[in-house]
Each structure stands twice: as structure tokens, then as C-alpha cells.
């Protein structure tokens, strides 16, 4: 039997049609559907050709309401064979769920269509059935979000004539395609990358991810397939959250104008390219608006990570471990700014400069640590540049000609304490803008000797960093390790008397750290510093000059407070 449609045929609700031929007239021109079911409705096609060559509207078929679902069967066809492309969409599913829409043993031949041939649903090709699509404008299937895709058995279908969509497009990570082996496709696939991954779950923007993230708690990791972009800060019900690099394209990209935080969080890089815009270059905290870094933040790890514009760290606890550094801005490597501890392992500085130690006062701090780090490439300034600090480590680094230290006395990186070990055999080196500088005193850095003889005490040890052109006399006591540098102007005061094994450089300073039954003990040589007088407090001191009257007071009275008496033995008095 024939069934023709013309323009007042349409059907609605569940429906069977049976062995026969079903023509579409074109002046059908349905502005919902030639056959349209609503919820929990079923079409069937069983047996049947359905032709609807140069039909033009809005659905050939539509299914509207959830459940609602479509079957052909049994030999069925859907023909269209237009001369040039008319707008037309075959079979539509609108905003519902559970569409099931069968294809068994049977053919979907559409040729010259400016629509869609199967939009939206869930879809089983099966059986021995043909699906040829050619001069499709937009796609042949479009399965969206949480819908299917299943071609099964000895099914073939074939899509030709590009499709602006694809012939196959899935929108969205979630929509699931597959194909059995007895099955044959011809036809471009166009679905979403999934850049990011939380467990089993794929998404197609890190935004989603960290979505998706913001909800869960505990430990969260996220790996990352692609180069993706970062454009906020992390917050959430997790107390950590990890970022781990799956392929040698895995980036990170910072794209925002300043920085990004991490409040009360713990944060993790590894494996991974980490690059940020480069916004504008301020002075002091510019560096966050050109290198990467986490600010806020209690702790954050980077571990075999590369730093394409330079990294900083600036608050909490941050390590890099076997990262490479390239440089920022046409400035450092890394930026340690701030109250922040860092450390620096098995790194490489690529280019350009190393390590600047910075802050916009001498009230922020930054501990640094640097092991078994390699800067042999950095050829512009030394390895650190301190402008303001808390304490320096250095364990078994390479260096580069350009050294290890340079001091900017724009800031205050005096007094900072430097702990130093090297089993390179590479001393370590100072300099700042007017050349070489430097000296070590008790294990803390100064610009030159003078300022360091300023904090020395006796036991102090004072070592160069450089040949020295000073003329320095350091405090009685302190040890001088001129490290194999020149520096004959650099003596250590002799003393003229002593208290135990502590020497003084003038009678007058022994007197005055002289405790009550102690003795002092003078050395040979000439003393003249005038009248001494004994506090009060002291009435029991012996003054005892060396062997031989060798001790020689002259001119010179001592004092004992009224009542009081001193004892001297072995001194000559002139």
C-alpha cells in the first residue's frame, strides 16, 4: 500500500506503519514535524520506504517529551534525494531524555540536506543497515551530553560531502561513541579533547575541572592532557589539589593580570610546561604579572616542571624539585619575594639570570634553599642576587663565571646568615655594581670588611670573598680566613691584656668587663691610657703584668673606689 502526506497529513501520538511506501509531498511544509511524538510515544517504521524528496520545514521527524522513541525496522528506507541542499531536519530529538531511536537491518539514504540528519538522542545502527549521507550542510549525527552512539554488527555507514559539524559530532565529553569491529565508517568524527581528568571523569576546559573540584574534598588530582588556561584562583572544599602533566603537550597557562591564590591550600605541579601572560612589568611586585606562581598560599610543590617565563614564590612553604627555569621578562629565573621558605633541587637555570632574593622591606623574609642545582647557562649576574633575606643555603651547585653572590645595596642584604658546602671545589663568590665585594662573618654576609669588623667579637671567624684593598683592624679575638685572597690591610688587633682566654686592645676595656675576684692579665709592652678607675663593685681585683716587668704602665694611675684596694704584681711603672 502507499500512503501520500500533503500539506494537512500529519500524524501525532504512538504509531505503527507496516509493509508499504509512505510519500512526503513537498507541499508538506511542517513547522514542528511531519510525525511528531510526545512523552513516553513510540513511531515504528516496520517494513516500510519513506520517501520526502524536496520537503522543506522544520523536523521530518520530531520526538518531544522524555521516553519518547523511534524504531525502523525490517527493510525499512528513508529516502531523500533532493537536487540541491534544502533545510530540513530528518530526525529530531528537542530538550528531553531517554530517546531511543533503533535502526535494524534497514537504510537512511539522504542526499542534498542544509540541517541535520539524526540530532540529538540516543542511536543503535544495527544489523545490516545503511546509513548514506551526502551534501549534508551541518551533520550527519549530533549526539550531545550524556547520549549515544552505537554502531553495531555488520552496519555501514557512510558520510560524504564534509559536513560544517563533522559527520559525526559529538558536543560534549561526556556523549559516548562506539563502533563494533564487523561494523564499517566512513565519516570525519568531530568530538571535544578531554585536556583534564579527575578520576574516571574527562572535561574539555580546566574551568570545568576545577568546577567539578571545588565540591570535593580530601586530596583532589587533575591531569592534564593538553595546554590549558588558567584564569582563577583556587578555592573549594579539598585541602589539596595536584595538577599532574599526562603528555609531553601538558601546559599550564596563567592568563591573568596579576596573580592567583590558593588560601589555606596545599598546591602541586608535576610534569609539566607552566607559562603565564605577560602582562605589563611594576616595579617591586611586577614579577607576579610575569611569572608563574601560586600566591597565598601555605605550601606548593613543583616537581620536573619547566618555568617558560620564569616562576615566583611568595608566601608559604615552595619547593621546586628538578624543574628547569627560563627567564621572565628579561629578569630572573625565580623570584623568592616575600615571607616565604623556599627550596631549590636538581634544578636547571636555562638563560639570562638565576635566583633574585627580593622584598619591599627589610621586614618581609625569604629562607632560601639551593642543592645539586645547575647554573652554568646563567651568564648575566651571579647565581643569587640578595637584596633582602633570612638565611641562604648552598649544597653542591654549578656555577657559571659570573658567580655565586651578588649583594644590591639597594636594599639591606647585610647580616644575612649564609650556609655554605660545595663539593665542586667552587669557591663562593660576591660581587655587587662597583665589582667584587663581600666578606663572611660568623656565617653572615657583608658588603666589606669594615662592616663586618663592626659586628665581630673575639672567637668571631671573618672570611673573604674577594682580594680586599681595606685597611681593616679587626676586633682582638676574631679569626681572619683570607679563603687564599690578598688582603694585606686586613690585620687582627693584639691585645693588651686578657681576662682569661678573652683579649682586650685597651687596659681600660678590661677593666671595664672585669668581674668581682677575676685577675688581668697584661702582656708586655707599653701602656698609657691615663687615670683608670675601679668601680665601686669591684673590691677584690688582681692586675698581673707579664714575666720579666715587661708590662710597662706609663704615666698612667689606677683607682680603686674609696674603701677599696686592687692587687698588681710583676708590672713596671714609668
Not at 155 to 172: F, S, Y
Not at 198 to 221: H, N
Not at 279 to 299: E, L, P
Not at 492 to 509: C, D, M, N, Q
Amino acid at each position: 500500500k502507499t500512503l501520500t502526506l500533503t500539506e494537512d497529513d500529519l500524524y501525532f501520538g504512538t504509531t505503527e506503519f507496516k509493509n508499504g511506501y509512505i510519500i512526503v509531498d513537498p507541499s508538506v511544509k511542517p513547522s514542528t514535524a511531519v510525525f511528531w511524538m510526545f512523552a513516553n510515544q513510540t513511531l515504528t517504521f516496520d517494513n516500510v520506504k519513506l520517501t520526502a524528496t524536496d520537503v522543506t520545514g522544520t523536523y521530518l521527524i520530531g520526538l518531544d517529551g522524555n521516553n519518547s522513541d523511534l524504531n525502523i525496522l525490517n527493510g525499512s528506507e528513508i529516502i531523500v534525494n533532493n537536487a540541491t541542499a534544502l533545510d530540513l531536519d530528518i530526525i529530531c530529538v528537542n530538550a528531553s531524555t531517554g530517546n531511543d531511536i533503533v535502526v535494524d537491518n534497514s537504510k537512511v539514504n539522504i542526499k542534498n540536506l542544509d540541517g541535520r540528519v539524526f540530532f540529538r538522542g540516543n542511536y543503535t545502527i544495527k544489523g545490516n543497515s545503511d546509513i548514506d549521507l551526502d551534501g549534508i550542510t551541518k551533520a550527519g549525527f549530533r549526539i550531545e551530553a550524556g547520549q549515544t552512539l552505537s554502531i553495531e554488527d555488520n552496519a555501514t555507514v557512510d558520510i560524504t560531502g564534509e559536513p560544517r559539524d563533522g559527520g559525526i559530532h559529538l558536543t560534549d565529553l561526556t556523549a559516548t561513541y562506539t563502533v563494533a569491529e564487523t561494523a564499517t565508517v566512513n565519516a570525519t568524527v568531530n568530538q571535544p579533547v578531554a585536556v583534564a581528568q579527575i578520576g574516571e571523569t574527562k572535561y574539555g576546559t580546566l574551568a570545568e575541572a576545577l568546577s567539578a573540584a571545588s565540591a570535593m574534598t580530601g586530596d583532589v588530582t587533575v591531569e592534564i592532557y593538553e595546554k590549558v588556561t588558567l584564569n582563577q584562583s583556587f578555592s573549594g572544599s579539598y585541602s589539596s589539589i595536584k595538577f599532574v602533566g599526562k603528555d609531553t603537550d601538558a601546559e599550564i597557562y596563567l592568563d591573568v593580570q596579576g596573580y592567583i591564590t590558593a588560601t589555606g591550600k596545599e598546591v602541586a605541579f608535576e610534569g609539566l610546561t607552566l607559562s603565564k601572560s605577560q602582562g605589563s612589568y611594576i616595579t617591586n611586585a611586577g614579577f607576579m604579572n610575569v611569572a608563574f606562581g601560586v600566591y597565598d598560599v601555605t605550601k606548593v610543590t613543583y616537581t620536573n616542571c619547566t618555568f617558560a617565563n620564569g616562576a615566583y614564590a611568595s608566601s608559604g612553604n615552595v619547593t621546586y624539585t628538578g624543574c628547569t627555569f627560563k627567564r621572565s621578562h628579561d629578569k630572573y629565573g625565580l623570584w623568592a619575594y616575600g615571607n616565604v621558605d623556599v627550596t631549590v633541587n636538581g634544578c636547571t637555570f636555562a638563560d639570562y639570570r638565576g635566583i633574585k632574593m627580593y622584598a619591599e622591606g627589610a621586614a618581609k623574609t625569604v629562607d632560601l634553599t639551593v642543592k645539586n642545582t645547575n647554573f652554568s647557562a646563567v651568564d648575566n649576574k651571579p647565581a643569587i642576587v640578595l637584596t633582602y633575606g633570612e638565611s641562604v643555603t648552598l649544597e653542591n651547585n654549578t656555577y657559571s663565571s659570573t658567580g655565586v653572590f651578588e649583594l644590591d645595596l639597594d636594599g639591606a642584604p647585610n647580616g644575612t646568615p649564609i650556609n655554605y658546602t660545595d663539593d665542586n671545589d667552587e669557591k663562593l663568590t660576591c660581587k655587587n655594581d662597583n665589582g667584587d665585594c663581600g666578606v663572611l662573618c660568623d656565617g653572615k654576609i657583608y658588603t666589606t670588611v669594615a662592616q663586618a669588623a663592626e659586628v665581630a667579637t673575639s672567637g668571631s671567624v671573618v672570611t673573604l670573598l674577594h682580594d680586599s684593598a681595606e685597611t681593616v683592624v679587626l676586633p682582638v679575638g676574631v679569626i681572619l680566613d683570607k679563603n687564599g685572597y690578598e688582603a694585606a690591610g686586613v690585620t687582627v688587633a693584639e691585645p693588651i691584656a686578657k681576662i682569661g682566654e678573652v683579649g682586650y686592645t685597651s687596659l681600660a676595656k678590661a677593666v671595664e668587663e672585669v668581674q668581682e675576684g677575676q685577675t688581668i692579665q697584661l702582656l708586655a709592652g707599653e701602656i698609657s691610657e691615663g687615670t683608670i678607675k675601679l668601680p665601686a663593685t669591684l673590691k677584690n681585683v688582681t692586675f698581673i703584668g707579664a714575666a720579666n716587668h715587661a708590662s710597662v704602665l706609663k704615666d698612667m694611675t689606677i683607682m680603686a673606689a674609696a674603701g677599696n684596694s686592687f692587687n698588681y704584681e710583676g708590672l713596671a711603672f714609668d
